[in-house]
């Protein structure tokens, strides 16, 4: 089974520009979440998917930001215009039930994202 | 509000137990989680422990709750330099199991 996947794993972009990050979670997974870490700060949370809906999207930082899962497959997370202060390692983490509180997340290996 | 402390540092020799500490906020929280990121990898879910539970083994894993004090600690025995890594404690914060993460233990392993 492949786990979950982000592209790019790297970007480095000037301020005022935008970037799109993807992520494919495992197949089968309903649920879908974004993370970001800000350096030497904690993961933070972002926002949840269950399939194609947002379930929660109270940890997103503005509205600089938008997230689709457009037939509830892959995500893509869009920063626009990219700010310097939006410099982190984005995660990417899928688990299988919809309803399942408890159910293990798998993460991705992140995008590094500068903001220059 | 919620939030997760735990040191940033710690440093062990190879073949020496490791204890890494936590201490977390939200009472509620059903289960606690210990993530561990080698250097260009994703987190890799070590382990957890459900809240009504003291303590948990898994090979050279031990973790133990104290729901008292909100304190979470994840032992590694016999630690190997393969062991060198970011560890992270989590609570279950979030209403749909979203994860709530300390800033992450670094640790290193001296031959």
């Known amino acids: 089974e492949a786990g979950v996947t982000q592209f790019p794993s790297h970007s480095v972009i000037e301020k005022g520009q935008t970037v799109t990050l993807r992520c494919d979670p495992i197949s089968g997974h309903d649920n879908l979440y974004w993370y970001r870490r800000v350096m030497g700060k904690e993961i933070k949370f972002l926002l949840h998917?269950?399939?194609?809906?947002?379930?929660?999207e109270s940890g997103m930082p503005n509205n600089r930001f938008l997230a689709e899962r457009t037939g509830g497959t892959y995500s893509t997370l869009k920063v626009q215009p990219a700010e310097l202060e939006d410099s982190g390692v984005y995660f990417c983490?899928?688990?299988?039930?919809?309803?399942?509180?408890?159910?293990?997340?798998?993460f991705g290996p992140g995008t590094r994202l500068t903001v220059l | 509000g919620e939030d997760v402390e735990q040191s940033l540092f710690l440093s062990v020799r190879e073949g020496d137990s490791s204890v890494i500490n936590c201490t977390y906020t939200?009472?509620?929280?059903?289960?606690l989680y210990w993530y561990k990121q080698e250097p260009g990898a994703g987190l890799q879910l070590l382990t957890y422990?459900?809240?009504?539970?003291d303590m948990k083994q898994d090979q050279r894993l031990t973790v133990l709750l104290n729901k008292k004090d909100k304190h979470l600690s994840l032992r590694i025995a016999d630690t190997q330099t393969g062991d060198s890594a970011i560890y992270f404690c989590a609570e279950s914060g979030g209403s749909q199991g979203n994860l709530i993460f300390g800033k992450g233990t670094k640790l290193s392993v001296k031959p």
């Open positions: 998917f269950v399939k194609e809906s947002k379930q929660d």
């Open positions: 422990i459900f809240s009504n539970m």
């Open positions: 983490a899928s688990s299988r039930f919809r309803d399942s509180y408890t159910d293990t997340q798998y």
């Open positions: 939200d009472s509620s929280s059903t289960y």
